[in-house]
């Protein structure tokens, strides 16, 4: 069956939607403190296309067969700045998903790569992508992409002693 890795077009809305839930309850299911899908679905999708207007983003959407079965966005121009750093520019990953049944198949690495080149093509030089450490799957396919850790986000649970 063809893939084709393409931009969102209004009509596929509800489609992402189901892909964002998804990805709301996978991560849920690592991290108790997401909060449930119907909750805050419609905020997520408004918030992801107001930072798409303010930092350059893109959604793009995997179409198997004109059925919308993956997402991912990319924002092209977040600026890095503050004082330890010196500013710059750049790309982030803000959702990537594909629908449980259609997972393995290659589309996750597909969405990545289509991501990667839109960024360079956007003039950007580093692509950042958050993950939560109990997606070990993940976090392979992002190394396996290219990916390096940057940055590493420690917790301490002060209830657990
Ligand atoms: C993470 C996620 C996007 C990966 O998507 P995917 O389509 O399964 O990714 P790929 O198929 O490209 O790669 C995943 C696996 O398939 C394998 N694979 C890649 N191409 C393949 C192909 N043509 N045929 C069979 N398997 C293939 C990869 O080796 C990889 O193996 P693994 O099972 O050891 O990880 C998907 O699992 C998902 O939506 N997960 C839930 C949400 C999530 O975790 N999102 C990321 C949040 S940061």
């Keep these: 069956m063809p893939l084709r890795i393409r931009e969102r077009k209004p009509q596929d809305t509800p489609a992402i939607l189901d892909c ?7 991560e849920r299911n690592i991290d108790a403190r997401l909060a449930a899908p119907d909750d805050v679905l419609e905020r997520l999708w408004e918030e992801m296309i107001e930072d798409c207007d303010v930092f350059r983003g893109t959604v793009f959407v995997a179409d198997l067969d004109g059925a919308v079965v993956g997402y991912i966005g990319v924002l092209t121009h977040v600026a890095q700045e503050g004082t330890a750093e010196v ?3 750049y790309a982030q990953i803000t959702d990537l998903a594909v629908r449980g049944q259609y997972r393995s ?3 996750g690495s597909a969405l990545l790569a289509h991501a990667k080149t839109h ?6 030089r580093w692509l950042r992508i958050n993950v939560r450490a109990g997606n070990p799957a993940a976090v392979a396919m992002y190394r396996r992409c290219g990916f390096d850790d940057r940055e590493i986000v420690l917790e301490h649970d002060l209830a657990a002693g």
Excluded: N, P
């Design 20 to 26: 964002m839930r998804e990805l709301q309850d996978w």
């Design 87 to 89: 500013d710059y520019v």
């Design 105 to 107: 198949q290659g589309i």
């Design 119 to 124: 960024a360079r093509g956007a003039g950007v």
